[in-house]
């Protein structure tokens, strides 16, 4: 069993080298926007690929807690609280107001003040939590797909989109113009 453990990693190694030399011959012929298309691709898989692994880890994560019984429960109970949700999801702001950060387990995603203002817009719209959710992901998606490297919201039903929402809410005063 063994050596067809070794012989399939092997030839794995050996097809992600040919993909790439086939991949390297094949960029003079793209133009910019093809070029730009496959980065982005790329960009896209690798999110992907990170993803899978957090959400195998926080899987992980949660079986050893189940397991840890109390102590684990402390470990767990010890975070920050400070207007934390979602075991460090925060948001703070500059003091000129004109950028906020979002801060989630160690890393920082900065927003402009129109782009923040644009959230709070979206998270008290009207609708369902479903819809308003969807419309969130939705954002993230099309204007600031950075944020899925920082925060590894899968879709619209995750947590982690969740709790970013009710933090949004409760961070920010909404007021009609």
Do not use: C
Not at 55 to 83: C, F, I, V
Not at 106 to 134: C, Q
């Amino acid at each position: 069993m063994a050596k067809k453990a070794v012989k399939q990693t092997g030839s794995k190694d050996g097809q992600r080298e040919s993909l790439a030399a086939e991949l390297k011959k094949l960029i003079p012929n793209l133009d910019a926007e093809g070029l730009a298309f496959l980065v982005e691709q790329a960009r896209v898989h690798i999110h992907n690929m990170r993803v899978d692994e957090l959400n195998k880890a926080a899987l992980e994560a949660d079986e050893d807690e189940e397991s840890g019984g109390k102590s684990a429960r402390k470990t767990g109970s010890s975070r920050g609280k400070q207007n934390a949700i979602d075991g460090g999801l925060s948001i703070r702001g500059t003091e000129s107001g004109s950028s906020f950060y979002l801060h989630y387990r160690n890393d920082d995603i900065m927003f402009s003040r129109n782009e923040m203002t644009h959230l709070v817009k979206i998270v008290n719209g009207k609708g369902s939590s479903l819809e308003i959710r969807e419309r969130l992901y939705n954002w993230f998606d099309r204007e600031r797909r950075d944020i899925f490297s920082v925060v590894p919201i899968a879709d619209k039903f995750d947590e982690r989109l969740k709790a970013l929402l009710a933090l949004i809410k409760k961070s920010f005063a909404f007021r009609e113009k």
